[in-house]
C-alpha cells in the first residue's frame, strides 16, 4: 500500500489519538449549542493512521502499533454510532449534513438551533424553508430549542415574516421532551408563537428581547428563569411575580437591562410577600431601582445563598441599606453589591461578602474615594459587619486619597471577629502619592493597640495568622515594625493579654524603599521563615540633559 502523505508531517501515534477522541465522549456534557467534535473529525483520519502507522518500522513494532490501532478504529466505530453525538441540528448545516444527523441520532433529544431568515442572503431561503420542514417533522424530539434572531431592519421584513410564519407553526405542535428554550430575538417574537400545549418538563428559560405571557400557565417546572434587555410596565411587573408564584421550583433568576416604563415609584401591595422556597441564585443587575425595589419588596428568599445587585447612577447607600434589601442581609450568605457606571467596573466598588467551602464566608471590602463611612448610616454599617463574625479572611483596598481615619472608623467594628485568620492590605495610588499619609497608617495603629479590657477576644482581630500587605507608602514601614513589636513581640502584652496565635506569615509586596535594618528587625521579631519580602520594581528613570544638549535643544 502506498501513500503520497508527508510522514514528517502527519507523524500521529494511536495514544495521541485517543486523547483525540476522549472529548467526544464528553459532548453531552458542554453546552448544547456548540458544534458536535464529530464534524470536526472526519472518517478520512483512519485511513491516514493506517498509512502512517503501517510505515517504514521493524516488524514486531509495526505489529504493536496495528494492534493499538485496532483498539482505536473499534473504539472510534463504537463512537461514531452513538446516537446522542449526532442530536444536534442546526439552520447552520447543510440540508444533507441536517438529514445525516437526524438518522444517525435515531431516537435522541435534539438540541435545535434556528437563526433567523435576516442572517442568510435571499438566495438560500428555499434551502431554509426544507430545514425549517425538517425542524417541525421532529418537534416531538426537541429537547433544547434556540431562537437567534437579528436586530430588525426595514429592508429585512420579508425575512422577519418568514421567522414568524415559522414561530406561528409550532402552535399546535406538541414537544413533549423540551426541557430548555433560548430565545435572541427582537419583540417581535413572543412565547404567545411557541407551543400552546402545557410543557411540564420545561426547566429553563433564557429570554432577550422578547415578549412574554407570564400568565400563559406553561411552565410549572421551570427552574432557571433569565431576562435580558426587556421593556416591562407597571402591570407586566405585577404578571411577573404572579408568575413567580406560580413557579415553585425555580433555583435561579436573572435579570439584567430591564427597562421598565414607569414614570413614578411602585409602591408594594399590602399582600404578604410572596415566597420562593427553593430559589438559590437572585441576580438584578442593571434594573431600574424603582423596579428593583418594588420586586425585592414583594419576595422572601429563605434559602437564597447568592444575591447580585448591580444598578446605574445610584449611591450605594441607597442600595445597599434600602428598606427593601434590608432583610436580605441577615438570611443571605453571599452578597454583591455595586453601584458603578460600566460593567467592566462593575467590581472596582462595593461590598462582598462571599461564601465558601463548608460554610466558610470571606469579607472583601473595596473602597474608593467617593465612598466614606459619613455617607452610610453606621447602624446598617454594624447590621452588615455582623455577617462577619464567622469570616476568615478579610480583604481592604484602599487609595492614598481617601478620606483619612474612614477606613481605620469601619474597620473598628470588626472588633467582634475572632475567627479572622487573614488579612490583606492594598493600596493603590498614583507616582506622586508615594509620600501622601494613607489609610493604612490608621488600621496598623489600631492592630497594635492593646484593648481596654483585659480580653484577648476584644483585640482587634485576634487570631489572625497571616498579613498581606501590598504597595504601601514609606510611612507605613514605622508603623508596621511597631505593630509587630507590640502585638507580636511584647511578651509582657502578650502573657496579660493570652494571644492565642503569633503571627505565622508576613507578606510584603511592593514597598517602596525599605531598608535592610527593618527588614532584620522584622526578621528578629517574626522569627525564621515568616517574613516573605517582594521587592517592588524601580521607577522610570528622568532624562538627565546637560547644559549642551540644552543648548542644542535651543
Given at each position: 500500500?502506498?501513500?503520497?502523505?508527508?510522514?514528517?508531517k502527519?507523524?500521529?501515534?494511536?495514544?495521541?489519538?485517543?486523547?483525540?477522541?476522549?472529548?467526544?465522549?464528553?459532548?453531552?456534557t458542554?453546552?448544547?449549542?456548540?458544534?458536535?467534535?464529530i464534524?470536526r473529525?472526519?472518517?478520512?483520519?483512519?485511513l491516514?493512521?493506517?498509512?502512517?502507522?503501517?510505515?517504514?518500522?521493524?516488524?514486531?513494532?509495526?505489529?504493536?502499533?496495528?494492534?493499538?490501532l485496532m483498539?482505536?478504529?473499534?473504539?472510534?466505530?463504537?463512537?461514531?454510532?452513538t446516537?446522542?453525538?449526532?442530536?444536534?441540528?442546526?439552520s447552520?448545516?447543510?440540508?444533507?449534513?441536517m438529514?445525516?444527523?437526524?438518522?444517525?441520532?435515531?431516537?435522541?433529544p435534539?438540541?435545535?438551533?434556528?437563526?433567523?431568515?435576516?442572517?442568510?442572503?435571499?438566495?438560500?431561503?428555499?434551502e431554509?424553508?426544507?430545514?425549517?420542514?425538517?425542524?417541525?417533522?421532529?418537534?416531538?424530539?426537541?429537547?433544547?430549542?434556540?431562537?437567534?434572531?437579528?436586530?430588525?431592519?426595514?429592508?429585512?421584513?420579508e425575512?422577519?415574516?418568514?421567522?414568524?410564519?415559522?414561530?406561528?407553526?409550532?402552535?399546535?405542535?406538541?414537544?413533549?421532551?423540551l426541557?430548555?428554550?433560548?430565545?435572541?430575538?427582537?419583540t417581535?417574537?413572543?412565547?404567545?408563537?411557541?407551543?400552546?400545549?402545557?410543557?411540564?418538563?420545561?426547566?429553563?428559560i433564557?429570554?432577550?428581547?422578547?415578549?412574554?405571557?407570564?400568565?400563559?400557565?406553561?411552565?410549572?417546572?421551570?427552574?432557571?428563569?433569565?431576562?435580558h434587555?426587556?421593556?416591562?410596565?407597571?402591570?407586566?411587573?405585577?404578571?411577573l411575580?404572579?408568575?413567580?408564584?406560580?413557579?415553585?421550583?425555580?433555583?435561579?433568576?436573572?435579570?439584567?437591562?430591564?427597562?421598565?416604563?414607569?414614570?413614578?415609584?411602585?409602591?408594594?401591595?399590602?399582600?404578604?410577600?410572596?415566597?420562593?422556597?427553593l430559589?438559590e441564585?437572585?441576580?438584578?443587575?442593571?434594573?431600574?431601582p424603582?423596579?428593583?425595589?418594588?420586586?425585592?419588596?414583594?419576595?422572601h428568599?429563605?434559602?437564597?445563598n447568592?444575591?447580585?445587585?448591580?444598578?446605574?447612577?445610584?449611591?450605594?447607600?441607597?442600595?445597599a441599606?434600602?428598606?427593601?434589601?434590608?432583610?436580605?442581609?441577615?438570611?443571605?450568605?453571599?452578597?454583591?453589591?455595586?453601584?458603578?457606571n460600566?460593567?467592566?467596573?462593575?467590581?472596582?466598588?462595593?461590598?462582598?461578602?462571599?461564601?465558601?467551602?463548608?460554610?466558610?464566608a470571606?469579607l472583601?471590602?473595596?473602597?474608593?474615594?467617593?465612598?466614606?463611612?459619613?455617607?452610610?448610616?453606621?447602624?446598617?454599617?454594624?447590621?452588615?459587619?455582623?455577617?462577619?463574625?464567622?469570616?476568615?479572611?478579610?480583604?481592604?483596598?484602599?487609595?492614598?486619597?481617601?478620606?483619612?481615619?474612614?477606613?481605620?472608623?469601619?474597620?473598628?467594628?470588626?472588633?467582634?471577629?475572632?475567627?479572622?485568620?487573614?488579612l490583606?492590605?492594598?493600596?493603590?495610588?498614583?507616582?506622586?502619592?508615594?509620600?501622601?499619609?494613607?489609610?493604612?497608617?490608621?488600621?496598623?495603629?489600631?492592630?497594635?493597640?492593646?484593648?481596654?479590657?483585659?480580653?484577648?477576644?476584644?483585640?482587634?482581630?485576634?487570631?489572625?495568622?497571616?498579613?498581606?500587605?501590598?504597595?504601601?507608602?514609606?510611612?507605613?514601614?514605622?508603623?508596621?515594625?511597631?505593630?509587630?513589636?507590640?502585638?507580636?513581640?511584647?511578651?509582657?502584652?502578650?502573657?496579660?493579654?493570652?494571644?492565642?496565635?503569633?503571627?505565622?506569615?508576613?507578606?510584603?509586596?511592593?514597598?517602596?524603599?525599605?531598608?535592610?535594618?527593618?527588614?532584620?528587625?522584622?526578621?528578629?521579631?517574626?522569627?525564621?521563615?515568616?517574613?516573605?519580602?517582594?521587592?517592588?520594581e524601580?521607577?522610570?528613570?528622568?532624562?538627565?540633559?546637560?547644559?549642551?544638549?540644552?543648548?542644542?535643544?535651543?
Amino acid at each position: 500500500m502506498s501513500t503520497d502523505v508527508d510522514t514528517s508531517k502527519f507523524v500521529i501515534q494511536s495514544f495521541q489519538l485517543l486523547e483525540i477522541y476522549s472529548p467526544v465522549l464528553a459532548i453531552r456534557t458542554g453546552t448544547p449549542y456548540l458544534d458536535c467534535p464529530i464534524y470536526r473529525l472526519p472518517e478520512e483520519i483512519i485511513l491516514r493512521i493506517l498509512l502512517l502507522v503501517l510505515g517504514d518500522t521493524q516488524t514486531l513494532e509495526r505489529y504493536k502499533r496495528l494492534g493499538e490501532l485496532m483498539l482505536v478504529c473499534s473504539y472510534w466505530e463504537s463512537l461514531s454510532d452513538t446516537p446522542s453525538l449526532w442530536a444536534h441540528v442546526s439552520s447552520y448545516q447543510p440540508l444533507s449534513s441536517m438529514k445525516r444527523s437526524l438518522s444517525k441520532s435515531k431516537d435522541a433529544p435534539l438540541d435545535v438551533v434556528y437563526t433567523s431568515y435576516v442572517s442568510e442572503p435571499q438566495s438560500q431561503w428555499s434551502e431554509r424553508m426544507e430545514k425549517d420542514g425538517v425542524f417541525q417533522a421532529n418537534v416531538h424530539r426537541w429537547k433544547y430549542f434556540e431562537f437567534r434572531g437579528s436586530s430588525w431592519h426595514p429592508h429585512s421584513m420579508e425575512a422577519t415574516a418568514l421567522d414568524i410564519s415559522f414561530m406561528d407553526s409550532l402552535r399546535h405542535l406538541t414537544p413533549s421532551k423540551l426541557e430548555s428554550i433560548s430565545l435572541h430575538s427582537p419583540t417581535f417574537i413572543s412565547f404567545e408563537q411557541l407551543f400552546t400545549a402545557k410543557t411540564e418538563l420545561l426547566r429553563h428559560i433564557s429570554i432577550e428581547r422578547c415578549g412574554i405571557p407570564w400568565d400563559s400557565g406553561l411552565f410549572v417546572g421551570l427552574a432557571t428563569l433569565i431576562l435580558h434587555n426587556l421593556d416591562m410596565d407597571g402591570p407586566s411587573l405585577n404578571q411577573l411575580i404572579a408568575f413567580l408564584q406560580a413557579s415553585p421550583r425555580l433555583v435561579k433568576l436573572s435579570m439584567e437591562d430591564l427597562h421598565p416604563e414607569i414614570d413614578q415609584p411602585l409602591h408594594p401591595n399590602s399582600t404578604h410577600p410572596i415566597t420562593l422556597q427553593l430559589l438559590e441564585t437572585f441576580n438584578i443587575w442593571h434594573v431600574d431601582p424603582h423596579c428593583s425595589d418594588y420586586l425585592l419588596s414583594r419576595l422572601h428568599i429563605p434559602k437564597c445563598n447568592a444575591f447580585h445587585l448591580a444598578q446605574h447612577d445610584c449611591g450605594l447607600e441607597g442600595i445597599a441599606f434600602s428598606p427593601a434589601t434590608e432583610h436580605l442581609f441577615l438570611i443571605l450568605r453571599s452578597i454583591t453589591v455595586s453601584c458603578d457606571n460600566t460593567h467592566v467596573e462593575l467590581y472596582e466598588r462595593g461590598l462582598f461578602v462571599t461564601s465558601g467551602k463548608r460554610g466558610e464566608a470571606a469579607l472583601k471590602i473595596e473602597w474608593s474615594t467617593d465612598l466614606t463611612l459619613e455617607a452610610w448610616p453606621i447602624d446598617k454599617v454594624q447590621e452588615l459587619f455582623e455577617l462577619a463574625i464567622a469570616a476568615s479572611s478579610i480583604h481592604l483596598t484602599v487609595h492614598t486619597d481617601i478620606k483619612r481615619g474612614s477606613l481605620s472608623k469601619l474597620l473598628r467594628v470588626m472588633e467582634n471577629c475572632p475567627s479572622v485568620e487573614k488579612l490583606t492590605l492594598v493600596q493603590h495610588g498614583r507616582d506622586f502619592d508615594l509620600y501622601a499619609p494613607n489609610e493604612v497608617d490608621g488600621i496598623l495603629e489600631l492592630l497594635s493597640k492593646p484593648p481596654v479590657v483585659d480580653d484577648a477576644s476584644q483585640w482587634l482581630l485576634p487570631g489572625i495568622k497571616i498579613l498581606v500587605m501590598i504597595q504601601h507608602t514609606l510611612m507605613t514601614q514605622e508603623k508596621l515594625v511597631n505593630m509587630i513589636r507590640h502585638r507580636y513581640a511584647d511578651r509582657e502584652l502578650r502573657e496579660t493579654y493570652k494571644l492565642p496565635v503569633m503571627l505565622q506569615t508576613l507578606r510584603i509586596e511592593g514597598m517602596s524603599g525599605i531598608n535592610p535594618y527593618q527588614l532584620e528587625t522584622m526578621e528578629t521579631i517574626l522569627g525564621p521563615g515568616v517574613l516573605e519580602y517582594t521587592a517592588p520594581e524601580p521607577l522610570p528613570m528622568l532624562r538627565s540633559y546637560d547644559s549642551d544638549e540644552v543648548e542644542d535643544d535651543r
